[in-house]
Every structure is written in C-alpha cells, then in structure tokens.
C-alpha cells in the first residue's frame, strides 16, 4: 500500500460517485487476488505488490471515469485483465487501483457477413468460440493460456499465438479498439478509421502503439475482432529423432515448405525430452533414443489438410524422423492449449520431488541462431542449479513464429521453489535473467516473442534492444501520462519524468 | 446390481511395475512417481482406485473437448502413413534442391 489510509478512504468515496458499491473492492481477499501473476516471484515479499483497492466497471465510461480520478488524485492504476501474463504487466508494483475488466465480457456483435466480432475485453477465448461455433466460425488467438486469458490482456500484451504461422498473432487478429488513456479519455485506434476496417495507409498506425504496453499507456476496453471458419480439420503428428541437428533440420524445412494449412511446428530440445520422460506420462515409456522431438500442425478443410500432411510427412522421413503415433501426435497438441493447468513439481539433485512453480523465459531468435542460444541459455540455468536446488532446468521448445521459418518463440522452461526464493536467491535469478536476455541480444534476437520483458532482469536490456527508440518510448509516455499513474515502475519508464516520477 | 463400495478394494491398487529409473505404473496409462522420491519435502498422497481412474479419465475427456473445440475432426497421422504407404505414393521425395542448408 503506497498511499495512506485517510486517501484510500478519500479515493473510495470519490469512486463510489461512479460505480456501485458493489464495484468497488477493498478487502484483504480482494486485493491479494489481484496482486501477483504466475510468474514465480519472492512470495515473502508478496505485501510490496498489494494494490489499495480494486474496481470492476462494466462500461468504456465507467474504466475513463476511474482513470480521471486517479489521474486528479495521482493514485496509481494498474489494468488487469485475466492476470494470466508472465512479465508481471498486471502486477502493482506501487500500489494503487487495480482496474479489473472481467465484468466487460459482452459480445456485442457478430458480423456474419464481413467476418468480424466485436466484444468487451473482458471475454475469455475460449468462450467466446463457443458462441463462435454455433456459427462455424472461430477467433484463432491461441495462447498457453487459451482458458483463462482475455482479449483485453491479449492486447496489452501484443500476444503469441500457438497458430499465428496459419491465422497471424493478436496484433494481426484485433482490428480496432476503444481505448482509454491515462488522462481518462476515451480513444478509438484501429488502422485508419479503425472498426472492421482491416487494412488502412491513412495516418498513423496507432493500433500497434497500444499493443504490448503492459498497461503502461491506458486500457482497451472493447474490441473488433477477425473471424475465421472454424477448421473442418486438425493433423498435428509428432516425430522423434535420435539427435537434436536433426530434429532441428527437419523443424527448418517443415516450415520453409510454405505449405498454406501448416499453423505451426515445434521442436523440443533433448533437456525437455529427457524432464518429458521423468515426468509426463505420455513420455515415460519413450525408449531411450528418443533424444529430441518435432510436432506440426496443420488446421483447414479436409481437402488440403490431407496432401498437406503428406507433404509434411515425407519432409520428416526424409530428415529420419520417426512417427511418435495417433495417441501422442493428438494428445500432446490438445494440451498445448492448456498449459496453465499443469501440475508442477521438479527434483532436488538428489531426486526428491520438491513444488515448484513454472517459469518461461521467452525470445524470439532467428533460425540459424536456435542452436547457439540453446547451449547458452542451458549453461546458464545449470551454472544456477550447481548452486542451488531452487532452479530445476525443464528443457526448451522453439515455436514457428510465422509460415515462412524466419524466426523462433524460443523458450527456456525453468522450475523455481518459489518458498524457497529469498533476496540472495532472488538477486542470483534476476542476474541470470539479464544473462539469458543478454544472449538473445548477442544473436540479434529480441528479448521477448510472446511474454513481453518488463521484469526485473530482462527490463535492464530493453533500452539496448530498441536503442533510440527507447527514447521515443520515454516521450510517448511522458506525452500520454503526465502523471505517470498508469502502471508505474514498468519498462523503466519513470526515467520519463524528471524529476522522478509524480508517483513514486 | 453393484457390487457397492469395498473400502480394501479401492486402497488396493495393481502392483506397481517399473517403468524407468523414476517412475512406476499401477493400472493401464497411469504413472506414478516412484514412492522413494516422494519421502522428504512432498509426500505421496493416497488415492482410491476410482477417484484415480476418474482423474485418468478426465484427461482424456479434456483432451477430446479440446479437439472438438478447435476442429470438426482430427485426422491421425496413422491414416496419412497410410496414404504414404500405397503402391506409388511414397517413391516421391520432396524436392529440397531449392531448400537452403538445414
């Protein structure tokens, strides 16, 4: 809590002339539920990441009205949508309002005959493709967290999506918004216009400058979205090599064969076939020299699914591939939808299991860059374990990023026993997430595909990453916020006010 | 008509068989952990035979629901095999000659 209890009184009382009691939230329960994310994190210092009170508004005017009176009072806001992302964007780092817009989850329109929905940011994916399907249509954002995220942290979060090689990624899928900035305004971005319009070259490209903020320049609040058939078919076979070159050099042609159905290909590298084989029950019974494993996955009519796949097929016997079988090639797909659900324990280096929470540290690399980043990033989460049993290395996948096989969401998984995480160990995890952010950086990859990188440790490289452009970065915030209210002490961005921040 | 409820029964899971270093399993596609790794910080909790079964079970369930979810149906890769496998169908090798080096 940042701000003293005579305000937070004074805060609710002005908030309770815009929204019902109901709506606003200022119990212990209440505020510890809205102040962490999955990421693992010190949970002894959980109390430093308490916002004030929340508030769940059910309309665009309602989120602007909250935002102007923060604005006047100089409370911090943090938006929050499913709390589901990994660089802590929804976490409060300083107190403040949570804006929570679970309650904004109405679908306010189908358009059947151009293709689009628009709806509250609030709506799950997963549920809005259930009314989807009742129309043979479906909104292909797919992330690991397809059951519980929302379209509006999507946003914020400029998302990866599992099939974005086939569909595009939530910057391709959203075509416009309404959005509300730190001054409490109410903005519409899109290309151009923006509303179902999909392509526009009038002004500037506004839309793309409130993605991926983390909540650090206002909040969507409904949205337009684009809409797809929903795929007649599914083919998603898994391969195992004996070798990680090859599983590699098979990954390289599935996707350059520019097949039109192919949605994505992952490859996994031996560290995570050999924790699958420790833990996974689909894995246990895989014979040793399963050291590396390829998966593909095409979506479409069934008419070009089938002479995709066999195009595909042949592409992995050529490479020496090794079909895994119907079980595991539908099974383990199906999963990747849901990997939040997923119970996590990892092994003392003695082998005793211990809880552990998931970390997933993520960038986006080149293809002749995966495997030099893969032995890196390896040798800095083993230097970490040698010291402490804290840290359990679960292997790393490479994801498409797109049909053509340019670039990699490249993902190290790492198990922390998040008890166990004191300021030494902390200090010692942050120092190696600016080593593994370093390593992208030396290959010319970026910091993050998929998460974002505003956490402790990777946050130091963002402004070596974008250069000048960190610069624009400070005076679009400093332009947009002047107070700096929304969601302080993300991505440096208090080096935008000088002297330091209105809100410290 | 049930045979109805038998406390021993259900606390009587098959013998576990060995499947690696570090795991066991008990009935068809259920795999423990191995019970020595589970002695010191998480112990191993104790199940009766349904209530197992019953979480074996609704994997799959999800599973299924997860499919039909994103797709009207899935086709195995057994059946594209299959197809690669009919006289003529799989002499063809993709033409990686325009391929770059993997």
């Known amino acids: 809590m940042t701000i003293t209890a005579d305000r937070v009184e004074d805060v609710v009382a002005a908030l309770r002339d815009v929204l019902r009691d109901d709506q606003v939230l200022t119990s212990k329960a209440d505020r510890y539920h809205r102040s962490r994310v999955p990421a693992p994190f010190p949970v002894h210092r959980w109390a430093e990441r308490l916002p004030d009170l929340a508030v769940l508004p059910e309309t665009t005017e309602e989120v602007a009205a909250v935002v102007r009176i923060a604005n006047q009072m100089l409370v911090p806001v943090i938006p ?134 983390q909540g650090t320049l206002g909040i969507a609040t409904r949205a337009t979205l684009k809409l797809f058939p929903k795929p007649e078919a599914e083919l998603s076979p898994f391969w195992a090599f004996d070798n990680y070159d090859d599983a590699y050099a098979c990954t390289g042609a599935l996707a350059r064969a520019g097949v039109a159905t192919f949605a994505g290909a992952v490859l996994f590298d031996e560290h995570k076939v050999a924790y699958l084989r420790r833990d996974d029950e689909a894995y246990i019974p895989q014979p040793d020299d399963v050291r590396a494993l390829v998966c593909a996955v095409m979506y479409g009519y069934e008419d070009e699914v089938r002479p995709a796949g066999r195009r595909l097929m042949r592409i992995a016997r050529d490479h020496g591939a090794r079909y895994l079988g119907d079980e595991i090639s539908a099974g383990d797909w199906a999963a990747r939808h849901d990997r939040y659900a997923t119970p996590l324990h990892g092994r003392t280096k003695a082998g005793q299991v211990v809880p552990m929470s998931w970390h997933c540290e993520d960038a986006s690399i080149n293809y002749t860059n995966l495997p030099a980043v893969t032995r890196q990033w390896h040798a800095i989460v083993a230097a970490l374990r040698r010291r402490t049993d804290v840290f359990d290395d679960w292997g790393m996948f490479a994801y498409t990023n797109g049909s053509t096989g340019t670039d990699y969401l490249t993902e190290i998984d790492v198990g922390i026993w998040e008890q166990r995480l004191d300021d030494q160990v902390w200090e010692m995890w942050v120092r190696a997430k600016r080593d593994l952010a370093g390593v992208s950086l030396a290959h010319g990859g970026s910091i993050s595909a998929c998460h974002g990188s505003c956490r402790e440790g990777e946050v130091d490289l963002v402004p070596d990453e974008l250069g000048k452009g960190f610069d624009v970065m400070l005076d679009v915030k400093r332009a947009l916020d002047p107070n700096n209210i929304m969601n302080p002490g993300k991505y440096l961005l208090d080096r935008a006010y000088e002297p330091p921040g209105a809100v410290t | 008509m049930s045979d109805g409820y038998r406390y021993v029964e259900q606390h009587t899971p098959p013998p576990p068989q060995r499947v690696s270093e570090v795991a066991v399993t008990t009935f068809e596609h259920v795999f423990e952990v191995d019970p020595r790794l589970m002695q010191r910080w998480v112990l191993q909790q104790t199940f009766p035979n349904w209530d197992t079964l019953r979480i074996m079970n609704s994997r799959h369930d999800h599973l299924d629901w997860m499919h039909v979810h994103f797709a009207t149906r899935v086709i195995q890769g057994s059946e594209i095999l299959a197809e690669l496998d009919q006289p003529g169908a799989g002499t063809h090798r993709v033409d990686r000659s325009a391929a770059p080096p993997d």
């Not at chain 1, 397809?146 to 569909?167: D, F, M, N, Q």
Request: proline content about 4%; glycine content about 16%; charged content about 20%.
């Open chain 1, 80 to 213: 929050r949508d499913g709390g589901t992302g990994l660089t802590d964007g929804a976490v409060p780092l300083r107190g403040g309002i949570v804006i929570d817009v679970k309650r904004m989850n109405a679908i306010h329109e189908i358009d059947l005959n151009n293709r689009t929905c628009t709806v509250g940011t609030g709506i799950n994916m997963l549920k809005l493709n259930e009314e989807l399907a009742r129309h043979g249509l479906i909104y292909p954002d797919d992330p690991a967290s397809y059951p519980c995220s929302l379209v509006g942290g999507r946003i914020g979060t400029s998302g990866w999506s599992l099939i974005g090689a086939r569909y595009g990624h939530t910057r391709d899928l959203v075509l416009s918004f309404d959005h509300v900035l730190p001054t409490g305004e109410i903005i519409h971005v899109g290309d151009g216009i923006g509303g179902k319009i999909t392509k526009s070259s009038s002004g500037y490209q506004l839309k793309h400058l409130f993605m991926g903020h």
